[in-house]
């Protein structure tokens, strides 16, 4: 303890000045243009790819340090999507960064436009905990694949993980333009007083406003991928079997509950519960045994503030009774079982907060389409899932619900497909990013017009005459019937 | 207004958007011909009022502010089935069987404040947009053109549905009131120390904006061989600067950059268009804005109050408060550090820059503020290829100035201290939307690897498949491989 301590007192602090400095390097660095050119960026990827390929096991045992994360997750969720992320970038970053040609009208005749993809400069990645991987290093590939100067601030609640990636960037990437500064608010709120080009926060909303309006002083635009309840409607006409798999896999089987995407509440008919809830347990004790507590497969809770946060919502006194499943808890090992609630009250704090954890409360309404209502009477999730084979039932969902995105007869895929935009909506969040979207998160679309001389129409120029209003309508309109009838002049 | 007032309107706003009538395509349709038929039955009216408030040429009122939007709202009405319809994406195999598409759909009810300079223009590009989109709106208009705002407000009234779309009259006090609700975006054309009091009161809401601020646009001015392109580039920067609201444009050329052995020549061409545009009695032409009011006289009088600014004007320099007319000015090499090469000029004054060699205005420029509009007359290929890549700006014209606010292929917005966000054309639909993913799944297959417990041969299983290697797929579920 007394080591730590020592260490802690005598490594450098990162504060303001410190700040500064760092931003004065890495603004010096963009300015000379190295980030810009496609072979820094594709030498960058690369470097990532290797760090990734080369470094599977420390990665693995990071995530094991910091969430007890089982292996097989570790891999799909994390590893596999970095690399899947990285290649995609290689593969396409030509094409990312090729210009666009734009039609224009005969109102700018004679020209012609592109839209050409610039780099916004330096930006500052805040990520999470629970995906600690993932969440830092997937924005970082879309910041380098846009030509920018980077810095990482990893969460400070996921310390090895942290650490590892600040050794690993250290030793494979182009350190003059890419660093990672780790930290927790001392240091985070000093980044946030400089003025980057772009900020990228993954996390929770009180954070979001926090960084937001630290972005606002410098006008800095931002991403913010946040979280909220996500639903999930279940209605009786499914393949029960499948669906109780993809729940009890969606929720408990991504980092125990604790993802932005995650399922966090499910509402279903009175007269379906009973049926819903056999085939959760059933598929519960087949995943993860008769005794989840001590299981491999289930991640633990990421810290013990989390974990004082989640017993406090299954303590609370309206939730009486209502426990259906699970309830048990290691304080020392930061464990909570799969638990499920059925029809907690609407006022109790496990359904006004995100949970984020391994509790499930069941909702029970009359008729399923009353669960469109309770949806929309509530803040705007990042997803909202549906199981039905109804089509009419699909359809008003699709249409009514307002989400980040929308899965049918699944949960959290959207997640893993990169030719989708993954971001929120309202409290969830704003921007997106994946695969392309990544890289146009990071850049901006500068228009581009080139003008002749030749065609140079007068009616532009004062002094003004109704001869040149005429012309001049005749041009906005588009037509060249009235160009020519202006020319002559008829009116 | 009132709080009270305002409770009410707000809620009015939300009650309309939740019914759901403003998702409609016949309700976006008929707000957009609403608009359309605004500007053609009251174009006079427009025209007058922005004579009112800007002393604004009824020729530059059509051109720039009613027939542009005319334009935008054709442009919406012909695409706009387009741009509601939902988009399929190619999903990889590995997904299989899935399909997946992106849904535009509303924001909920937006906020839109627009500012003085092009104060119907820069109501209406943006309402089109929201409207488009199938929002309900809330306009602020700008308090420094009253005229300008209570014609939108009236018109809005009569020609739009007021359950969905209100104007709300004010100044700063206003606008600060209406920033304490929450709304699904707001979209802020004005100044940057405005935008900072928008965009930080949209965190403490988690809304989304779109700041399209200004900056400090320069046009760098090259000589060509023929003497007529001479001609044709000084016209156009004396059009680009004077011609479009006596230089209060966030678009309008705000200074120039030149070569030293060609400022002879330039300062001669400028002076011969700015008397051909204006003749001798500028004042008296009609076809040049006043300046908006008496705060902004008074700033830019100060601009030239500086003894090395001042003793810089080689052309014009004269004011007349009373009739708040400052004449087309010109200067050369004021002081690098005076207000009035650091801050927006915004008015009729312009500085022009010499440098040894027109090469040296890619590093001039790209060590200052990226602004909103970055303008080169040039024939050097060379030049433009390195303006297009070393700087950075919303956008880039060659050879002329101004017109790319028109053109509705091209995104309009700003970068850093410019702004964020774009619009015109399907990016304002854009802008005002958000794209939701909607991803349908089958039942019927299922992969029985993604489920736990956790074996080593289902992580073999899920590496092989990530890689599609299919075929190992198959030799690992069989059993005749045991690694990936």
Request: glycine share 8%; hydrophobic share 40%.
């Amino acid at each position: 303890m007394a080591s730590e301590e020592e260490t802690k007192t005598s490594s450098p602090v990162f504060d303001a000045e410190a700040a500064s400095c760092l931003m004065k390097e890495l603004r010096g660095t963009f300015i000379a243009g190295k980030t810009k050119s496609f072979e820094w960026r594709s030498s960058q990827l690369k470097s990532l790819l290797k760090m990734v390929e080369d470094s599977d096991k420390q990665i693995c045992d990071a995530l094991f340090s910091d969430l007890s994360k089982p292996e097989m997750e570790a891999y799909i969720h994390e590893i596999a999507m970095i690399k899947s992320s990285c290649k995609l970038a290689l593969k396409k970053l030509k094409d990312w960064m090729k210009a666009e040609k734009a039609k224009t009208n005969l109102g700018s005749f004679p020209s012609s436009a592109e839209i050409v993809p610039e780099p916004l400069g330096v930006v500052l990645v805040i990520s999470a905990w629970n995906y600690p991987l993932l969440l830092s290093v997937d924005p970082v590939i879309g910041a380098i694949a846009a030509g920018n100067a980077v810095v990482l601030k990893p969460s400070e609640l996921a310390p090895a993980m942290s650490s590892l990636l600040a050794k690993l960037f250290g030793k494979y990437l182009d350190n003059s333009a890419i660093k990672v500064i780790e930290g927790a608010v001392p240091e985070t709120t000093a980044l946030l007083e400089q003025k980057w080009d772009k900020i990228f926060y993954t996390g929770n909303g009180r954070v979001g406003r926090i960084v937001m309006a630290a972005a606002a002083k410098n006008l800095t635009p931002v991403v913010l991928e946040l979280g909220g309840k996500s639903p999930v409607l279940v209605d009786s006409n499914i393949d029960l079997a499948v669906t109780a798999r993809r729940i009890v896999s969606g929720k408990w089987g991504c980092n125990n509950g604790q993802a932005c995407v995650a399922p966090d509440y499910i509402i279903t008919t009175k007269k379906y519960a009973p049926v819903l809830i056999d085939s959760l347990k059933h598929n519960l004790v087949k995943f993860f045994g008769e005794d989840p507590l001590n299981s491999p497969d289930l991640s633990r809770l990421g810290h013990s503030n989390h974990f004082a946060r989640l017993k406090n919502l299954l303590d609370d006194d309206k939730l009486a009774g209502k426990i259906i499943h699970g309830g048990q808890s290691d304080k020392s090992n930061l464990k909570i079982a799969p638990t499920i609630v059925l029809d907690a009250p609407e006022d109790s704090l496990i359904m006004n907060e995100e949970i984020f954890g391994p509790l499930l409360p069941i909702v029970t309404v009359e008729k399923i389409e009353d669960g469109i209502e309770f949806i929309n009477s509530r803040p705007k999730p990042l997803a909202a899932y549906v199981f039905t084979n109804t089509k009419p039932l699909k359809e008003e969902f699709v249409s009514k619900i307002s989400a980040g995105g929308v899965v049918i007869n699944d949960v959290t895929l959207h997640l893993m497909v990169d030719t989708l935009p993954f971001g929120g909506i309202g409290d969830s969040g704003m921007g997106a990013y994946h695969g392309k979207f990544s890289f146009d998160a990071f850049s901006h679309k500068k228009a581009v017009l080139y003008r002749g001389f030749f065609g140079d129409a007068p009616a532009r120029y004062p002094p003004y005459t109704p001869g040149k209003l005429r012309l001049l309508k005749a041009l906005l309109d588009g037509s060249l019937f009235g160009i020519i009838r202006a020319l002559f002049g008829f009116s | 207004m009132s709080n009270y007032h305002l409770d009410l309107d707000l809620k009015e706003l939300r009650e309309a958007f939740n019914s759901g009538k403003t998702k409609e395509s016949s309700w976006r349709i008929s707000q957009l011909h609403g608009l359309l038929h605004i500007l053609e039955d009251k174009e006079n009216d427009i025209s007058m009022a922005l004579k009112k408030d800007l002393g604004k040429h009824h020729v530059e009122a059509y051109r720039d502010e009613i027939g542009t939007v005319v334009k935008s709202i054709n442009n919406a009405l012909a695409n706009l089935k387009q741009w509601m319809a939902a988009k399929k994406t190619r999903l990889p195999i590995a997904a299989f069987p899935s399909s997946a598409s992106l849904v535009p759909e509303p924001l909920g009810v937006v906020l839109i404040i627009s500012s003085w300079n092009f104060p119907i223009g820069l109501s209406l590009e943006p309402l089109i947009g929201a409207l488009a989109a199938g929002n309900a709106v809330v306009l602020k208009p700008s308090e420094l053109a009253p005229t300008c705002s209570s014609l939108l407000a009236e018109t809005i009234r009569d020609y739009l549905d007021n359950s969905a779309v209100k104007v709300i009259e004010g100044g700063s006090d206003q606008g600060e009131k209406l920033l304490q609700y929450k709304f699904d975006k707001i979209f802020f054309t004005g100044s940057t120390h405005v935008g900072r009091i928008v965009m930080s009161a949209a965190a403490q809401h988690l809304t989304p904006v779109t700041l399209e601020l200004g900056g400090k646009c320069p046009a760098v001015v090259d000589s060509f061989s023929s003497s007529r392109d001479n001609n044709m580039a000084a016209k156009r920067v004396v059009w680009g600067k004077f011609g479009v609201c006596a230089g209060q444009a966030c678009i309008g050329i705000d200074y120039v950059v030149t070569e030293k052995k060609y400022l002879f020549n330039l300062i001669g061409l400028l002076k011969r268009y700015i008397k051909q545009c204006y003749g001798d009695d500028p004042n008296g032409s009609h076809s040049i804005c006043k300046i908006i009011n008496k705060k902004h006289f008074s700033r830019l009088k100060t601009l030239l109050d500086e003894p090395s600014v001042k003793s810089s004007i080689v052309y014009g320099g004269s004011m007349d408060e009373q009739s708040l007319f400052i004449e087309p000015t010109i200067l050369v090499d004021p002081p690098l550090d005076a207000a009035i090469m650091t801050e927006e000029i915004f008015g009729p004054l312009l500085p022009v820059i010499t440098l040894e060699s027109i090469e040296d205005s890619v590093n001039f420029i790209s060590t200052r503020p990226s602004p909103l509009a970055l303008y080169a007359f040039t024939e050097n290929k060379n030049l433009q290829k390195r303006l297009v890549s070393e700087t950075s700006s919303g956008s880039i014209m060659f050879n002329d100035a101004i017109l790319q606010y028109a053109v509705d292929t091209l995104p309009f917005g700003g970068v850093g201290g410019s702004g964020f966000g774009r619009y015109h054309g399907k990016y304002s639909f854009d802008n005002f939307s958000h794209e939701k993913v909607i991803v349908m799944r089958s039942f019927l297959i299922d992969i029985w690897f993604r489920y736990p417990p956790w074996t080593n041969q289902k992580l073999q299983l899920i590496k092989a498949g990530f890689r599609y290697d299919y075929l190992s797929v198959v030799l690992l579920a069989l059993g005749l491989k045991r690694n990936a």
